[in-house]
């Protein structure tokens, strides 16, 4: 099983980076397919905190077309 797992493994990592991902994701949801119905409240709580650190000048915005532009080049 260990062979065929590092042969899947070589496998996905000449993937393109979205195709990777798209695997990934759908490994993890195999993994765990229900919901979480305590998510949305537990977002909701870590956008409030967010937005604490902002408005009290802990963190700053950046623009969105920055952020994307640096996952792309990160992805290559």
Not at 8 to 16: S, V
């Amino acid at each position: 099983m260990a062979s065929d797992s590092r042969k899947l493994e070589q496998l996905a990592n000449e993937l393109d980076p979205k195709e990777r991902a798209r695997l990934a994701l759908h490994l993890i949801e195999s993994l765990d397919p229900g919901t979480d119905e305590d998510a949305e409240a537990l977002w909701l709580e870590e956008a409030e905190r967010r937005l604490a650190r902002y408005d009290a000048g802990e963190t700053e915005a950046l623009p969105a077309n920055d952020v994307i532009s640096d996952i792309k080049n990160k992805l290559g």
